[in-house]
């Protein structure tokens, strides 16, 4: 079963035309993108059951950094659990201690009271061997008053329904998790119940996505926020919004409340259906391939876990290309081979050597690549840059250096950047229907926006792709000039959402207290 385009050619520049073609976006695309991204928002808003799900969070406020306390944090996502001890100091700034506890295959596939008592378990470990802090309220920090129970945030990384700040029923299990018995109850009465069995005095009162722990964290640290980002393995955004347009919550108390609430967008399903993003046969095999065809479409775009997989598959099509190979000499490896062979971080050092300084000529950020370089027409700077490409090429996909020419790391090189600037511009989407959503912006600046006049524009982010890929942040930021305008680019700060997961869920805790929620 072949999962990738073959090239058939009569010129060897053409191909590489073709695919500047299929991946660059320009400035019309990424309009349009971000108007099917409002529909999207409003259609999530208004009703359930949306692939742009809109999560409802009953987070009705963010910290501005004074807020105090002590709390416990679990993180369930992936393969280990996490357990966090979270001490809030009031200056923007925290204590935190951790420790990571393992879940084996067997629990991830067994009964749910087994794996939530191994959670309470854990939780229990933690506290005996690593707690450092006297539990105490913010409101009783002053008497010295002990709690009966030590309050704690849960972050679970799993498709939730929230209902309220501290309830949400499982959707789905996804990351290789398929407990028993788990799919349509609360998680957050699934984890009370395994610390009541134990009789221990811990209440879990806050449940937050990994997400909306990024705008928490970083409003804490910043004093403020309004949205929070994850551009890494997968992505996904929050921010918070008017109650007045989540008319999904109408006959809910909150409803009636109004103000500000979270939500957890879930902006990895845009645009599942594929009318809008702009699709190349190496998207449509990595769907076709993948766990989840014909869902998470826009995560399949920008998101790390597939970025990798995508360069693999067009590199591999130049190696196949007739009537002569465009790469290697038509050689190939095992791990090129290989589905998933390729991870993102290739990409990233791949980039990270060819920046250095700003020596090379023009002729090198779109090179005729179909013309084979002489290493004696090269100046010093860029017959070193791609020598240290051929090296990192030889390294990762098992080639014999001599296999790999300065024609083939300048191709590479090329492919990582046209995917990675791509998978940018398409992030600065999200950002920018975020801003234009909230009123601080609109479209392309051409009006004054209603809301955040001459205010800075917090935003927390976290996740391998913005915090180490070359560029990423500044591409993304390119994509907002041109969707935003200059002037609310300028005023949107950006900026690392340190531990949102811990953090993140110590915060909402807190705010499970200050509401009455406990």
Same mark, same amino acid.
């Given at each position: 079963?072949?999962?990738?385009?073959?090239?058939?050619?009569?010129?060897?520049?053409?191909?590489?035309?073709?695919?500047?073609?299929?991946?660059?976006?320009?400035?019309?695309?990424?309009?349009?993108?971000?108007?099917?991204?409002?529909?999207?928002?409003?259609?999530?808003?208004?009703?359930?059951?949306?692939?742009?799900?809109?999560?409802?969070?009953?987070?009705?406020?963010?910290?501005?950094?004074?807020?105090?306390?002590?709390?416990?944090?679990?993180?369930?996502?992936?393969?280990?659990?996490?357990?966090?001890?979270?001490?809030?100091?009031?200056?923007?700034?925290?204590?935190?201690?951790?420790?990571?506890?393992?879940?084996?295959?067997?629990?991830?596939?067994?009964?749910?009271?087994?794996?939530?008592?191994?959670?309470?378990?854990?939780?229990?470990?933690?506290?005996?061997?690593?707690?450092?802090?006297?539990?105490?309220?913010?409101?009783?920090?002053?008497?010295?008053?002990?709690?009966?129970?030590?309050?704690?945030?849960?972050?679970?990384?799993?498709?939730?329904?929230?209902?309220?700040?501290?309830?949400?029923?499982?959707?789905?299990?996804?990351?290789?998790?398929?407990?028993?018995?788990?799919?349509?109850?609360?998680?957050?009465?699934?984890?009370?119940?395994?610390?009541?069995?134990?009789?221990?005095?811990?209440?879990?009162?806050?449940?937050?996505?990994?997400?909306?722990?990024?705008?928490?964290?970083?409003?804490?640290?910043?004093?403020?926020?309004?949205?929070?980002?994850?551009?890494?393995?997968?992505?996904?955004?929050?921010?918070?919004?008017?109650?007045?347009?989540?008319?999904?919550?109408?006959?809910?108390?909150?409803?009636?409340?109004?103000?500000?609430?979270?939500?957890?967008?879930?902006?990895?399903?845009?645009?599942?259906?594929?009318?809008?993003?702009?699709?190349?046969?190496?998207?449509?095999?990595?769907?076709?391939?993948?766990?989840?065809?014909?869902?998470?479409?826009?995560?399949?775009?920008?998101?790390?876990?597939?970025?990798?997989?995508?360069?693999?598959?067009?590199?591999?099509?130049?190696?196949?290309?007739?009537?002569?190979?465009?790469?290697?000499?038509?050689?190939?490896?095992?791990?090129?081979?290989?589905?998933?062979?390729?991870?993102?971080?290739?990409?990233?050092?791949?980039?990270?050597?060819?920046?250095?300084?700003?020596?090379?000529?023009?002729?090198?950020?779109?090179?005729?690549?179909?013309?084979?370089?002489?290493?004696?027409?090269?100046?010093?700077?860029?017959?070193?840059?791609?020598?240290?490409?051929?090296?990192?090429?030889?390294?990762?996909?098992?080639?014999?250096?001599?296999?790999?020419?300065?024609?083939?790391?300048?191709?590479?090189?090329?492919?990582?950047?046209?995917?990675?600037?791509?998978?940018?511009? #398409?992030?600065?989407?999200? &950002?920018?229907? =975020?801003?234009?959503?909230? +009123? *601080?912006?609109?479209?392309? !600046? @051409?009006? /004054?926006?209603?809301?955040?006049?001459?205010?800075?524009?917090?935003?927390?982010?976290?996740?391998?792709?913005?915090?180490?890929?070359?560029?990423?942040?500044?591409? #993304?930021?390119?994509?907002? &000039?041109?969707? =935003?305008?200059?002037?609310? +680019? *300028?005023?949107?700060?950006? !900026? @690392?959402? /340190?531990?949102?997961?811990?953090?993140?869920?110590?915060?909402?805790?807190?705010?499970?207290?200050?509401?009455?929620?406990?």
């Amino acid at each position: 079963m072949s999962s990738i385009p073959v090239h058939q050619y009569d010129s060897a520049q053409s191909v590489f035309d073709l695919l500047e073609r299929q991946f660059v976006i320009g400035e019309d695309t990424l309009v349009e993108l971000t108007q099917a991204f409002l529909e999207e928002f409003k259609v999530g808003l208004e009703s359930y059951n949306h692939p742009m799900a809109m999560i409802p969070t009953f987070v009705t406020a963010v910290p501005d950094g004074t807020e105090t306390g002590t709390f416990l944090a679990l993180d369930l996502g992936g393969t280990n659990l996490r357990v966090c001890e979270v001490v809030l100091n009031g200056n923007k700034t925290f204590n935190l201690v951790q420790q990571k506890y393992r879940v084996s295959e067997t629990l991830k596939s067994g009964e749910a009271t087994a794996l939530f008592d191994y959670l309470a378990d854990s939780v229990d470990a933690f506290l005996t061997t690593h707690a450092t802090t006297d539990y105490t309220s913010p409101t009783e920090a002053t008497s010295g008053t002990p709690l009966s129970d030590v309050h704690l945030g849960l972050t679970f990384s799993f498709p939730v329904e929230q209902t309220a700040l501290g309830s949400g029923k499982i959707l789905t299990w996804t990351k290789g998790f398929s407990a028993k018995n788990a799919v349509g109850n609360d998680v957050v009465k699934l984890l009370q119940d395994a610390f009541d069995r134990k009789h221990m005095h811990v209440k879990c009162v806050a449940l937050v996505n990994d997400t909306v722990g990024a705008l928490l964290s970083r409003a804490y640290q910043a004093g403020g926020c309004f949205a929070g980002a994850i551009f890494g393995t997968g992505t996904n955004g929050a921010y918070m919004e008017q109650v007045s347009k989540i008319k999904k919550l109408a006959g809910n108390p909150a409803w009636d409340k109004g103000g500000l609430m979270a939500i957890n967008t879930e902006w990895g399903a845009f645009n599942n259906s594929r009318s809008h993003l702009p699709t190349t046969p190496y998207d449509n095999a990595i769907d076709r391939l993948s766990i989840n065809p014909k869902f998470q479409a826009f995560e399949k775009f920008i998101s790390g876990m597939y970025l990798g997989e995508v360069v693999r598959n067009i590199i591999v099509s130049l190696v196949d290309a007739t009537p002569k190979s465009l790469l290697f000499g038509g050689k190939s490896t095992a791990f090129l081979n290989k589905h998933y062979g390729l991870d993102t971080s290739f990409m990233s050092a791949t980039e990270e050597a060819w920046i250095g300084d700003d020596s090379s000529p023009d002729a090198f950020v779109h090179p005729p690549l179909s013309v084979e370089f002489k290493r004696e027409e090269l100046n010093a700077a860029v017959l070193k840059k791609l020598d240290n490409i051929r090296t990192i090429i030889a390294k990762t996909l098992g080639f014999k250096l001599e296999d790999v020419s300065l024609n083939d790391a300048a191709v590479i090189r090329w492919i990582c950047s046209l995917v990675a600037r791509r998978a940018a511009l #398409l992030s600065g989407v999200a &950002v920018a229907t =975020v801003l234009i959503q909230t +009123e *601080q912006a609109t479209l392309k !600046g @051409l009006e /004054k926006p209603a809301r955040g006049l001459n205010q800075k524009l917090g935003v927390g982010v976290d996740g391998s792709l913005i915090e180490h890929y070359p560029n990423f942040g500044k591409i #993304l930021r390119e994509s907002l &000039v041109l969707l =935003v305008g200059e002037e609310v +680019e *300028q005023r949107v700060e950006i !900026g @690392l959402a /340190k531990d949102g997961s811990g953090v993140g869920a110590a915060l909402c805790a807190l705010m499970a207290l200050k509401q009455g929620a406990v």
